[in-house]
């Protein structure tokens, strides 16, 4: 009977994780993302990710979507974050989606992602790091050409909210700009992504204080483990039935799965009524527009 309850509390431990994990619409297993700087790094990230899904840390971006095709419930409001040039989604009831990528390093998979941008006339906005552009630039260079948004997620990808000083929190900002800068001859859009999704109130007011402002998401899925990538049905079930109207999406451009899946995934989108957005539009609404 000892073993019997020991069993019994156990399976109903691992039920409340579940449960936890699927209302946070997979947000705890993202709060410890990390984008490897190459592929050998990315088994020890997968381990990282897994210790941190079964604790949601204060500071990092969560949600909790509770009705299919209805926007999910943040961790902060959109007007709180309105005061610091930050955003998640648009408070609207029109069919409109901002496509965005975090862009960690280039694995083959951008290619087929930018083909069906282009192919359904998709504006998106990826977020790179120092990484991605010393070792794509050509596919930086071509994501610029044909009007995407290229963002900054930082130099080296690190947990921003444990940067104190607004020297160091500059300097990861900055750095991108001018090794973006050089590398295509623009100016870097002053659009910031903070890593893993941690951030701070202070945090926030850094990169206001930069000219920046701050996006996180509505809608994102476990897309980033190589050696475990969803299946298209997965990935369908997730996008589809969580998408809704205003939603910044955010998809890994690292993933096997999205670039085999995303030009359908569009057309889906498209005969569920929605348009395609540039982040530009969001920006220029208010959290009640």
């Not at 009977?1 to 109903?12: C, D, L």
């Not at 009007?147 to 750095?175: C, K, R």
């Not at 955010?250 to 057309?267: F, V």
Request: hydrophobic fraction near 40%; glycine fraction near 6%.
């Amino acid at each position: 009977m000892e073993t019997s309850s020991r069993i019994i509390r156990k399976g109903a431990e691992y039920f409340f994780l579940a449960v936890l994990c699927f209302c946070m619409g997979d947000a705890a297993a993202r709060l410890a993302e990390r984008y490897p700087l190459n592929a050998q790094t990315a088994r020890s990230a997968e381990t990282e990710t897994a210790k941190a899904a079964e604790a949601a840390a204060d500071g990092s971006w969560g949600l909790s979507f509770q009705e299919e095709g209805k926007p999910p419930v943040a961790n902060a409001s959109a007007d709180y974050l309105a005061q610091f040039d930050a955003f998640y989604a648009r408070q609207t009831d029109e069919k409109v989606l901002y496509l965005t990528f975090d862009a960690g390093y280039e694995n083959g998979c951008t290619e087929a992602i930018l083909d069906a941008l282009k192919k359904h006339k998709a504006p998106a906005a990826f977020f790179v790091v120092g990484n991605y552009i010393e070792t794509a630039p050509e596919l930086v260079r071509r994501m610029a050409a044909e009007g995407h948004i290229v963002g900054n997620h930082t130099f080296h990808h690190p947990d921003m909210s444990s940067i104190s000083t607004q020297e160091a929190f500059a300097d990861e900002l900055t750095s991108l700009e001018e090794l973006y800068t050089q590398t295509t001859g623009l100016p870097m859009k002053k659009y910031y992504r903070p890593p893993q999704g941690r951030y701070s109130e202070s945090n926030l007011r850094m990169a206001q204080s930069l000219g920046y402002k701050t996006f996180f998401w509505s809608l994102a899925y476990v897309d980033w483990y190589q050696d475990n990538q969803p299946s298209h049905e997965e990935a369908f079930k997730k996008l589809l039935g969580r998408i809704h109207p205003g939603a910044v999406v955010l998809l890994h451009s690292t993933s096997k799965t999205n670039a085999e899946i995303l030009d359908e995934l569009l057309t889906e989108w498209e005969k569920m009524g929605y348009r395609f957005a540039s982040l530009d539009e969001l920006a220029a609404s208010s959290p009640g527009q």
